[in-house]
């Protein structure tokens, strides 16, 4: 998604500065107008050091888009105390980090717009995903609040809630819990059946460039609506979550999954 964005942003002449813990991962851009820069979201140092570099350039930032993200797939029962610790360090703490570093640059231009890259698993549960459904949670909690802390800033704040794409986040940003998967786990019965599922509806699921072109359109529409779904589950779920009771929606789901 982060890929697809930059290109889809560069392409429409943003300067779009590409943050990477490994800058060699984005050695073969096709447009000039984006610049990889080393950015480790768990480590404060250095986001400020990034976002201290791109404002001594441009003396501004007009566009934060918090990308970064992986998901754990654990039980509750097995996941131990790090693997907890650093899925929050990084989808819900990185992105308190960055917001932290970018606020006061746009607070004192006055102008803004910070985009969050979120899940529709941010708005329903999914049994083997809790860390990274309430993760998900936290960051739609962040982005109600941050728009009402940084509306007398003329700082926009949006969240975008992604149904399945077929990026490599199934196949290089899926932590697994090896308790859990273990064939002699008290849940394998549930792994066995759901997790090869999940796998094959990410891998099959919508193009990441939609995804580029959302936040373009958020970029460019001061009255976009403070969160969107985008893909097909989303699509589906998000409003069938509004529209049925906690059981009834819970049914329905069981019956998606095989639950």
Sequence with gaps: ???ATAECLAKYNFIVYAGTRDVKNLENLNYKNIIPIHLD???????????????????????????????????????????????????????????????????????????????????????LLTMYNSSKYAVEGITDSLRYELKDFNIRVHSIMPGFFDTNFARENLVTNAKTFDENSAYSFLVSNLAPLIVEQINGGNPPSEIGEMILEIIKNDKFPARATIGDKAKKFIPMRKELSDEDFERRVREHYNL
């Design 41 to 127: 979201i768990t480590n404060q140092e250095s986001i400020n050091k990034a976002v201290q570099s791109i404002y001594k350039e441009h003396k501004q930032i007009d566009v934060l888009i918090n990308n970064a993200g992986y998901g754990l797939v654990s039980t509750v029962e097995d996941a131990t105390e790090d693997e907890m610790l650093s899925q929050f360090n990084v989808n819900v703490f990185g992105l308190l980090r960055v917001c932290k570093a970018v606020i006061p640059i746009m607070r004192k231009k006055e102008d803004g717009v910070i985009i969050n890259i979120s899940s529709f698993l941010g708005k329903i549960g999914l049994p």
């Design 1 to 3: 998604m982060g890929k």
